[in-house]
């Protein structure tokens, strides 16, 4: 009997882990390297971050495209056809490591510490007032697996948490909004905001001089999304007129940025490359053999997209 093929397109120290994975969790299933010709052109399955170019002449027998990340945006989803499938990647090791940087991103702005590295440079010693958490309310952007989990870890250091989703979400002791109706209600008065939302066209943008001018003056932001979310012209603009106190950044629309891009020197705002969450090998092979089987038994496959709502 042949094994159904899964083309791996990806790192290649990561995947050298996926093939011992494969080898030993899954002898039924056969894992190649990507080529453009021979058999991993003709499989079915294809994991990858950046698929071939062309990818449905590329690979004119995909069913199945598993996204090496949570987020799918950068994939041409529009040019497969409606039958191949486009999944995500939902690993308990990138929701740690998501929820590690958005405790840790909210703390620094609670805390002050874009104002003290500031200070400290300056050779200053400038103590202020500590605001207790439970006064601080804290605004979460998208209530999917990482912002309810980080929902859930913010609301553990007493902050006053609530949520924000396109459609209704239930979440135990959060106060959750939905819908462009409620984004106005749920925007005001939060003190820090924290943007965990998929890009798509309709969140393109969202992260504007209109909605900072909706939170409480001197707000925070914690950007662990996507770059395209936010207008940065608009966001340096909030900077400079103290509407926002400080901002945490983990994506920029351009990346890497040029050298000399102003959030980068920017003395209120804290700048990492794209690292607040990343895939684990092990849990995301598992997850692509648990996706290859289920369709394989005609089943539906977890964490398969929404090709209505692009996430």
């Known amino acids: 009997m042949t094994r159904p093929v899964i083309a791996y397109k990806s790192d290649p120290v990561r995947g050298a882990v996926w093939h011992e994975i494969f080898s030993r969790e899954a002898p039924d299933l056969c894992l190649v390297d990507w080529e453009p010709e021979g058999e991993a052109a003709e499989a079915p399955y294809l ?51 998501m929820v590690e940087y958005v405790v840790m991103a909210v703390l620094a702005l609670h805390r002050d510490l874009p104002f003290y590295r500031t200070e400290q440079a300056a050779g200053r010693w400038t103590p202020r007032p500590v605001r207790p958490a439970t006064e601080r309310r804290v605004g979460l952007m998208g209530l999917g697996v990482l912002g309810q989990a980080a929902a859930r870890a913010l609301a553990g250091f007493g902050f006053p948490v609530r949520g924000w989703s396109a459609s209704p979400k239930s979440l135990d002791g959060i106060e959750t909004f939905s819908g462009g109706a409620e984004l106005g209600r749920f925007l005001s008065g939060t003190d820090i905001l924290v943007c965990l939302l998929p890009l798509t066209p309709a969140t393109r943008g969202l992260l504007n001089r209109d909605l900072f001018a909706r939170l409480a003056p001197g707000a925070g932001l914690v950007n662990a999304g996507r770059g395209g979310h936010a207008v940065e012209a608009d966001l340096l603009a909030a900077l400079e007129s103290g509407q926002l106190s400080g901002a945490v950044l983990d994506v920029l629309a351009t990346e890497p940025p040029p050298a000399d891009h102003p959030l980068l020197a920017h003395p209120r705002v804290v700048v990492t490359p794209h690292v607040a969450s990343a895939t684990q090998p092990a849990g995301a092979a598992r997850q692509v053999i648990q996706g290859v089987r289920a369709h394989l038994r005609g089943e539906p496959i977890a964490h398969a997209i929404d090709r209505s709502q692009g996430y």
Do not use: K, Y
Not at 72 to 93: A, C, G, T
């Open 47 to 97: 994991v990858a971050w950046t698929p071939p170019p062309d990818l449905s002449r590329a690979m004119p027998r995909l069913q199945a495209l598993f996204c090496i990340g949570a987020g799918i945006d950068h994939l041409p989803v529009h040019e497969l056809p409606q039958s191949v499938q486009v999944v995500r990647m939902v690993d308990p090791n990138l929701t740690a490591s």
